[in-house]
């Protein structure tokens, strides 16, 4: 059962527009969110994280948002550059310490 | 600093047979989790080690095996391999359970035949 869902697989976005990645899960038990980021042959990087007491939380370029009734979340990038294309993963979890469930990932292209 | 390191990168085993995987951890952590990302799909927690000992397990069978070393470093077993386990598997390393401070590994793909 996937708790947590990206049901975009790809995405495309000029330079220096916005990206939207979204990502919805199922399980309300869970209030702490990660994004991670994957480039071809590597492991995937921290990006920006989030919890439920939080409904947004900014780092530079990065924004992240939290819709806990409707069980959303969303990753801003602005302005978008071509080294930001990459796999997007969410992942969420029940307090910190626990097991991480991850989305599917979302492609994203940013075309210069 | 040399980040996590995996070992190999690359394996192809047949059905029935078992392998193992190693993962050195980022110089200063302590803990280190195992993935399993299948292709087309996101990582599934397999198992965390702290301590040489298994903290927290996903949805995984037996024959998925774990062993931590004093020095930290991580080795992930699995046994009478399936077809179905053939995926990228992923060593993260983290101090303690800050999963903000969770870096990954490059992987090691695994094919099963």
């Known amino acids: 059962d996937q708790q947590v869902k990206q049901n975009s697989p790809s995405l495309s976005v000029q330079e220096g527009r916005i990206s939207i990645l979204n990502c919805d899960y199922t399980n309300s038990m869970f209030d702490y969110f990660l994004w991670y980021k994957k480039y071809p042959a590597e492991g995937p990087t921290f990006l920006i994280s989030?919890?439920?007491?939080?409904d947004k939380n900014e780092d530079g370029r990065f924004t992240v948002f939290l819709n806990k009734s409707a069980k959303h979340l969303s990753l801003h990038i602005v302005p978008s550059q071509p080294g930001d294309s990459a796999v997007y993963f969410c992942?969420?979890?029940?307090?910190?310490?626990?097991?991480?469930?991850f989305g599917t990932g979302t492609s994203l292209t940013v075309i210069p | 600093d040399a980040g996590v390191t995996q070992s190999p990168t690359h394996l192809i085993k047949t059905r029935g047979q078992q392998v193992t995987l190693r993962c050195s951890p980022k110089s200063g952590h302590d803990t280190v989790s195992w993935y399993q990302q299948a292709l087309g799909q996101g990582p599934q927690f397999i198992f965390q080690y702290y301590e040489e000992e298994e903290r927290q397990r996903g949805n995984f069978p037996d024959r998925f095996s774990g062993h931590q070393f004093p020095n930290y470093s991580s080795e992930l077993n699995v046994n009478a391999l399936l077809l179905g386990d053939s995926a990228l598997y992923l060593c993260?390393?983290?101090?303690?359970?800050?999963?903000?401070?969770?870096?990954f590994g490059p992987g090691t793909r695994l094919l099963v035949l």
């Open positions: 992942a969420a979890s029940v307090s910190t310490g626990n097991q991480f469930y």
């Open positions: 989030i919890s439920s007491i939080k």
């Open positions: 993260a390393s983290s101090f303690g359970t800050y999963q903000e401070t969770q870096y």
